[in-house]
């Protein structure tokens, strides 16, 4: 592995704890699916397509955990430059602020970058732990509003990336990380994209970084 990539996947560097498949389940055999797909370096817009005979809700389950913990550490590569003084405010440029919403906070406030990242992932490991929504226990259902969840977290997700593009890839191209981390985005814009997970005006403040380099 590069010396740019070791940075990337530094597990000290990891912003978050990782959530592990347990092996066994068929969720830790889909996951091995997935990757093999991507170390072979198959085609992403068809390594991201469900395979025959799966649930898509096991498929969604597997790369929901999957991007969280690629998106961590992507973020947490560039998170001691990314702080009060260097970032007041969540944005992707002047264009586009991002507010926090959960259940403790009805309103939408207006939080630095470091404070929302934090109060993000917090959030979204929450949600991915949360035995309910994702459930790891073969046999046991999802619930209903599991894709609407899913369309959450990963419009959440995408915000880091398009706060890190914009406001930090000098650090990426500083590393030598460019290409790893565009990869990562391609993978993840093909994969929302594929199942309709993500509203396509989530998607404008990339658009035109991703018509270049998602074909």
């Not at 889909?30 to 498929?59: C, F, I, R, T, Y």
């Not at 929302?116 to 991915?128: G, T």
């Not at 046999?139 to 959440?156: A, D, E, Y």
Request: charged share 25%; with cysteine; aromatic share 12%.
């Amino acid at each position: 592995m590069s010396n740019p990539l070791r940075q990337v996947f530094n597990k000290d560097r990891t912003f978050r704890p990782k959530k592990k498949f347990e092996p066994g389940t068929q969720r830790f055999e889909l996951h091995k699916m997935a990757q093999a797909s991507l170390n072979a370096g198959l085609d992403l817009k068809v390594a991201v397509q469900l395979p025959p005979g799966e649930e898509l809700n096991d498929w969604v389950a597997v790369h929901v955990v999957d991007f969280f913990n690629r998106i961590n550490l992507i973020y947490g590569t560039i998170a001691d430059s990314c702080t009060e003084q260097s970032c007041p405010v969540m944005s992707g440029g002047p264009k586009y602020e991002y507010r926090w919403q959960d259940e403790k906070s009805r309103k939408p406030t207006a939080l630095s970058a470091p404070q929302y990242m934090d109060l993000l992932m917090n959030w979204i490991e929450v949600q991915i732990n949360n035995e309910d929504l994702f459930p790891t226990n073969v046999g046991t259902p999802f619930q209903k509003n599991f894709l609407k969840s899913v369309k959450k977290i990963l419009s959440r997700l995408f915000r880091v990336f398009v706060h890190v593009y914009i406001h930090h890839f000098d650090r990426i191209a500083q590393m030598g990380s460019e290409a790893h981390v565009n990869t990562c985005y391609k993978h993840f814009y093909y994969f929302v994209t594929e199942f309709g997970l993500i509203d396509t005006k989530e998607l404008e403040p990339l658009k035109e970084m991703t018509s270049r380099i998602c074909h």
